[in-house]
């Protein structure tokens, strides 16, 4: 019954966004994400910014990826919340919020989103919405808290078992990646102490701990992106991203492994970006079993609910929010509405 659902759902969902349907990004300029929102107190001297718009039950809790703030929501949070509430937060030590004072790994940023919705006054149950990373720190939420979750939504999110998985279709390539992951997170290392002496523009430095994080961004206006650099120069920056780099597939995933498997009939949605075309020296062969791999893992959280459902958004990359937001905000009032029902 879960297949069937699953198929038939996707299936309808894929005409939302035909091969013609390619949304024409429009720059985002919103002064809201230039600046904190809502600094807001979670104990042990520690603020978290907050950002809500809108009114209603359940609430719509936005959780972004790995090293991003709110803004990975600004072409969907203002749409939800004119049929409920919305917000979006900065995890410890990313955007505008102060530095982590522990490890960032899904139950420590459970255990912060939980003090922050208290501190907030805003009311449980509520569906949240993690994209890449964070499709595991909901779920980690959503097993730690369970009667404060009423529906979830993953997009393209990130899988505890995604590393081992990958790598088992293409086991030569084990020791390459692993090699080249670890000399990564040694580089990356080193941006803190950087950080901590000041990062100037133009510099090798700079280069390494915030040009190749794709700084300036041309989808944001050039206020957006000066606020950004400002506080991606930071220290508390810089660690916090290491913090969640060094602990994705280690840590993270064993939390994430950890957490219950059935989710029984709450509203459970995954979005998958669609199949990318293969890379330079890459058969079609292997690229479709790395599609396969991807998607599989996706099925397997959907098929932790009754309501599980795995959509395949066409013509996406994995910030489906920016090239499909309309699928992403459809989705998250799907599962607003179901919970309603419930």
Known sequence: MRKTFTIAFAMAFSCLCSAADVVKFHTITDPVYTK???????????????????????????DAGLGDSTIAWALVQPAVSKKTMACSFDRAGLGFSDAARRPSTPINQSEDLHALLQASHIKPPYVLVGHSMAGMNVRVYADKYPNEVSGLVIVDGSH??????????DPA??????????AQLKKLSRC??????????????????ISEFGLPDSRYSAAINAAQEKYTITPAWQAANVSEEENFAHESADETRATRKDFGDMPLFVLTHSPPAKSKGETQDKRNRFTLAWEELHSEVAAMSTRGVNIIVPNSKHYIQYDHPQVVVDTVLEAVNIARAQ
Request: glycine share 10%; aromatic share 10%.
């Open 36 to 62: 904190p929102a809502t600094l807001v107190d979670i104990g042990h001297g520690q603020r978290l910014n907050l950002y809500c718009m809108g009114s209603g039950a359940p609430a719509v809790i936005f």
């Open 192 to 209: 803190v102490d950087y950080a901590k002496k000041g990062l100037v523009e133009g510099t090798p430095e700079f280069k390494l701990c």
């Open 160 to 169: 505890e078992d995604q590393t081992e998985r990958m790598w088992s279709v």
């Open 173 to 182: 390539r084990r020791a390459y990646y692993k090699k080249n992951s670890d």
